[in-house]
């Protein structure tokens, strides 16, 4: 009995350190389409988007002066391969998603323009993957 405990322990450790998430935790369940129906062009002002979202990861400026804000988020696991002993040190991966989310804002404070993009990321790591 004890044995198992210990295995199963070591099981849910093993899992539980296989994925990994950075960035703004509300965009995790939030999709292209999900965010025709929280923002509006021409409507939404700033503060809807930072109460929506929180403070942006990143901020920066068009040549005109407009506002822009950006926000990320990633979520990986690790691969199969990675949990193999010895062969995870010659080449580990991991894959998942990575969310975008950039707003544009005109100059009193509305959106003008937004975008959400979903792509895959892969990231690599061991002797083999360099």
Known sequence: MKKIITV???????????CASVGNETLRKESESSMSGKMTEGRTTKAEVRSLFGS???TTFTDGGLEIWNYE???????AISYVPIVNMFGATSSGK?????????QVGVIKR???????????????NQ
């Open 8 to 18: 199963g322990a070591l099981v849910f450790t093993v899992l539980l350190t296989g």
């Open 73 to 79: 988020f990633t979520n990986v696991s690790l691969d």
């Open 98 to 106: 990575k969310k975008e989310l950039v707003v544009l804002f005109d």
């Open 56 to 58: 942006p990861l990143k």
């Open 114 to 128: 937004y975008s959400m993009s979903e792509s895959d990321v892969k990231n690599k790591t061991g002797l083999f």
